[in-house]
């Protein structure tokens, strides 16, 4: 081969190995701008104050934030493969795991509140959480990325608000506006299923009296004797409720007339005779006796409030005649 073809050859060959060197680097480039930007990314979410991570279509975590993994205990890499059975109660992980599952399924964003019982401080977590599904550059479902921040105090502080707005700050029982709704929705099911429903009206005889005479402190007393009494009679499927000063209602669901007058006896003969167990001095309240108005669903109703004015009729009737009676409308 004359020596002009060999060199033009070597030359060409120089040429092809520039190239692949050149298109070597810029991968080389490329590739450590991506990790460079992955590393940037990865530490941005590490400053991040909320729970994120990312787990592939089987459930099991490929990755975490820093605050995850120092919830969970554990390195990036002792991480992946692990699924929240690792970490979480068996009751949560149920449902975290059915979150997951509906994500994936659905191909859709899901949020939910999730309660999880602490383990060492014995204390419930509340955390609120959001999945999306994740999808590689050619549409391929390949996961799902989750975020979770951690509500506790703010769960807390809203029960706290729905507790006060629900019930009597003096007895701990339903107050009027929670008894109506229970009402309401018993009243619709009774009459859906001809199922029996009964109410009765309780009324502290002579209240003012002993408010007057003894103050208002042992008035406060004698009403929450009264509902402990009944509270004590009564079963759980029963509603009890405080809705007025010395008023309290009782719905008993499944209950016909001759029942609910029976209990209604039981509970005036029990405010008279109760006594506290051993020395209690709330044995030295004075005694009081208890009117009672008692109705019954009927097919005629067309609402809860006939049944209620019902009831309230026969309390009156129970006052009219002499009071510490049970009188049924």
């Given amino acids: 081969m004359p020596i002009n073809n060999i060199a033009l050859?070597?030359?060409?060959?120089?040429?092809?190995?520039?190239?692949?060197?050149m298109l070597n680097l810029k991968e080389h480039r490329q590739v450590k701008a991506k990790k460079q930007q992955l590393n940037s990314y990865e530490q941005i979410l590490d400053q991040v104050g909320a729970y994120i991570y990312?787990?592939?279509?089987?459930?099991?975590?490929?990755?975490?934030?820093?605050?995850?993994?120092?919830?969970?205990?554990?390195?990036?890499?002792?991480?992946k493969?692990?699924?929240?059975?690792?970490?979480?109660?068996?009751?949560?992980?149920?449902?975290?795991?059915?979150?997951?599952?509906?994500?994936?399924?659905?191909?859709?964003?899901?949020?939910?509140?999730?309660?999880?019982?602490?383990?060492?401080?014995?204390?419930?977590?509340?955390?609120?959480?959001?999945?999306?599904?994740?999808?590689?550059?050619?549409?391929?479902?390949?996961?799902?990325?989750?975020?979770?921040?951690?509500?506790?105090?703010?769960?807390?502080?809203?029960?706290?608000?729905?507790?006060?707005?629900n019930t009597d700050p003096l007895t701990g029982l339903y107050n009027r506006r929670s008894f109506n709704a229970f009402s309401e929705h018993e009243y619709v099911r009774a009459m859906r299923y001809f199922e029996p429903l009964s109410l009765m009206i309780i009324d502290i005889d002579l209240f003012k009296n002993v408010n007057d005479t003894y103050g208002h402190l042992v008035g406060d007393e004698v009403i929450r004797r009264v509902a402990l009494v009944c509270n004590q009679h009564i079963r759980e499927s029963d509603v009890l409720a405080r809705i007025g000063g010395e008023e309290f209602a009782i719905l008993l669901p499944r209950t016909d007339?001759?029942?609910?007058?029976?209990?209604?006896?039981?509970?005036?003969?029990?405010?008279?005779?109760?006594?506290?167990?051993?020395q209690?001095?709330?044995?030295?309240?004075?005694?009081?006796?208890?009117?009672?108005?008692?109705?019954?669903?009927?097919?005629?109703?067309?609402?809860?409030a006939q049944m209620l004015s019902r009831a309230d009729k026969a309390l009156y009737s129970s006052k009219?005649?002499?009071r510490n009676s049970v009188h049924v409308a």
Avoid: W
């Fill in 81 to 165: 493969g692990t699924t929240d059975v690792n970490y979480f109660p068996e009751a949560a992980v149920e449902l975290l795991l059915k979150n997951d599952r509906k994500v994936l399924a659905l191909q859709l964003k899901i949020a939910d509140d999730i309660m999880v019982d602490g383990n060492e401080d014995g204390i419930s977590h509340v955390f609120h959480e959001i999945k999306q599904p994740l999808f590689d550059e050619k549409g391929k479902l390949t996961g799902l990325i989750g975020v979770s921040t951690e509500i506790t105090d703010e769960y807390n502080l809203r029960s706290e608000l729905e507790l006060l707005a």
């Fill in 9 to 21: 050859l070597v030359m060409v060959l120089l040429c092809f190995v520039t190239v692949l060197l």
């Fill in 280 to 304: 209690h001095e709330a044995n030295d309240l004075p005694e009081v006796t208890i009117s009672i108005g008692v109705s019954t669903l009927s097919v005629k109703d067309k609402s809860f």
């Fill in 320 to 322: 009219n005649i002499g």
């Fill in 257 to 278: 007339t001759e029942s609910a007058y029976k209990l209604a006896e039981r509970l005036r003969i029990s405010q008279q005779t109760y006594r506290f167990p051993g």
């Fill in 54 to 79: 990312v787990k592939d279509i089987h459930c099991r975590y490929v990755y975490a934030n820093q605050l995850t993994l120092d919830f969970f205990g554990v390195t990036q890499e002792q991480l």
